[in-house]
């Protein structure tokens, strides 16, 4: 999974709306999924995207992987484990696995990579109190 010692946790029940006409988790929905693990894993850590939004940085999601093992049905419990891979001077990446509350059975496993931007759309540098922030495992 990774070597990272900090990994956020949250749990969810699906809900129809995320679902196909049988009841299945429709794919679109994990990237929902991973968004909601990311932001979780924020404010785990003491902040938001919120907070990184207002000091006048946006990052941007520039590759999604998804691997799906298992499929998810409405109304299950399910897990989402969140944590950071890879931290660049530019881009973040993130990873994350959703598997049953009850079970650990895995549905998804799978990655988000993000590019720092300033307001008015240029690519910078993450901020060093944010480097710090990410990396303070």
């Known amino acids: 999974m990774t070597d990272s010692p900090f990994v956020a946790e949250t749990v969810f029940h699906v809900r129809y709306a995320e679902t196909d006409a049988m009841g299945i988790v429709h794919h679109a ?15 785990q850590r003491g902040s938001s995207y919120a907070d990184f939004e207002r000091s006048g940085f946006f990052m ?23 944590w950071v891979e890879q931290v660049r001077s530019r881009t ?19 990655s988000t990579q993000h590019i720092c931007i300033n307001r008015d759309g240029k690519v910078v540098k993450i901020p060093s109190n944010w480097l710090t922030w990410v990396e303070n495992k």
């Open 29 to 43: 929905s994990y990237i929902v999924y991973f968004e909601e693990g990311r932001s979780h894993y924020m404010r």
């Open 60 to 82: 941007a999601v520039t590759q999604v992987n998804a691997k799906y093992h298992k499929a998810a049905r409405y109304d299950q419990r399910i897990r989402i484990r969140c």
């Open 92 to 110: 973040l990446t993130f990873a994350y696995e959703l598997a049953d509350e009850e079970t650990g059975e895995v549905f998804v496993t799978g």
